[in-house]
């Protein structure tokens, strides 16, 4: 079993910055790769920012240069801070967990945490 622990999200004034942490525990023998989704009201999941183990980084063209993703290995945590926030960019956000144990390969995802922009 894994589990992903998130936190950070809220309600925040166009502008404004929150951080997300996302903290995977449970049976993870080798993380490939760590990242956030994020769903709006109608609209399918996507894409926002991963990180490879070997620190290879990925953004959305929507949130580069306001997004930054990080990670902490030794806590197999990974964290986004997401600066200069647009209502646009209200959704419920998702961890992602891309691992292999016994040579297959397994998605996990968290609970998913609410951020809100107001205009």
């Known amino acids: 079993q894994v589990h992903l622990a998130e936190s950070g999200g809220g309600l925040v004034q166009a502008g404004g910055s929150l951080r997300l942490s996302c903290a995977a525990s449970?049976?993870?023998?080798?993380?490939?790769?760590m990242g956030w989704y994020r769903q709006a009201p109608g609209k399918q999941r996507e894409v926002v920012a991963s990180?490879?183990?070997?620190?290879?980084?990925n953004y959305a063209d929507s949130v580069k240069g306001r997004f930054t993703i990080s990670g902490d290995s030794a806590k197999n945590t990974v964290y986004l801070q997401m600066n200069s926030l647009k209502p646009e960019d209200t959704a419920v956000y998702y961890c992602?967990?891309?691992?292999?144990?016994?040579?297959?390969?397994?998605?996990?995802w968290g609970q998913g945490t609410q951020v809100t922009v107001s205009s």
């Open positions: 992602n967990l891309d691992h292999e144990r016994y040579g297959s390969t397994y998605y996990s």
């Open positions: 449970g049976s993870i023998f080798s993380i490939n790769a």
């Open positions: 990180i490879t183990s070997g620190g290879s980084i």
